[in-house]
C-alpha cells in the first residue's frame, strides 16, 4: 500500500521570516527536482546560470521544523530523506518560472546540499543527489549566519561566496552553485566555525 507522500515546505530568506512558498517531493516525468522561488530578475550566480551552461551543483531548500498548510504537515528534513526507502525522495510543486528551469537543467547525480530553511537554525545539514537520495550527512552543520560571515567578505575580496544565490536571491529554494562556491562550503565541514 503507498505511504501518504509528505509535502517538502518552502523557505524564507536568510532572516527566516515566513515561507516563501511549497515544494513537495514527487517524480516529474524526467525525474527531475521540482521547486518553487521568487522570480526577481537580479543578476546573480543563479540568474547569470539560466543558459545552457547551467551549474552541475545546487542548493535545495527544504523546512525540517512541522508547519501545517491547508492541513498538510510540510516537514522534511534531511532525517526523513534518510528514513525514506532507499534514502531516495522525489520532489515537485514548482511555479516560478526560473526554478522551472533549473528543474530542468538537473540531471541524475548531480549533487546538492539539503538545506534546513524556516527554522531556529538555518543551514546546510547534507549532501544529496538529484533525483533526492541521500549521499551523507555534513560533518558538522554550516549554519547560515556562517555562511554568511564568509559572503561578505567574499564580496569585498572576491572569494568564492560574492555572488552566491543563498544571499542575492534568498527566497529561490532550488539555486544553482558554482563548482568554486560548492567546493568552498565543502571545505567549510573540516574547519572550525569562525
Wanted: net charge positive.
Amino acid at each position: 500500500m503507498p505511504k501518504p507522500r509528505k509535502r517538502l515546505g518552502g523557505a524564507a530568506g536568510p532572516d527566516n521570516k515566513g515561507p516563501a512558498g511549497k515544494h513537495t517531493k514527487t517524480k516529474n516525468p524526467a525525474g527531475a527536482l521540482a521547486a518553487m522561488g521568487n522570480s526577481s530578475h537580479e543578476k546573480t550566480s543563479a540568474s547569470k546560470n539560466c543558459g545552457k551552461n547551467l551549474s552541475s551543483y545546487w542548493l535545495m531548500k527544504s523546512e525540517p521544523e512541522s508547519r501545517l498548510e491547508k492541513g498538510v504537515d510540510v516537514k522534511f528534513s534531511i532525517e526523513d530523506l534518510k528514513a525514506e526507502p532507499k534514502q531516495t525522495a522525489c520532489w515537485d510543486g514548482v511555479r516560478n518560472y526560473q526554478a522551472r528551469n533549473f528543474l530542468r537543467a538537473m540531471k541524475l547525480e548531480q549533487e546538492a546540499f539539503f538545506y534546513h530553511s524556516n527554522c531556529k537554525e538555518p543551514g546546510i545539514a547534507g549532501l544529496v543527489k538529484v533525483d533526492v537520495q541521500f549521499v551523507r550527512m555534513m560533518k558538522r552543520y554550516i549554519t547560515l549566519a556562517e555562511l554568511k560571515t564568509h559572503y561578505q567578505a567574499h564580496k569585498t575580496t572576491g572569494g568564492p561566496l560574492k555572488d552566491m544565490a543563498l544571499f542575492t536571491r534568498q527566497r529561490l529554494s532550488v539555486q544553482p552553485l558554482t563548482p568554486e562556491e560548492f567546493y568552498f562550503i565543502l571545505s567549510l565541514e573540516e574547519k572550525e566555525p569562525s
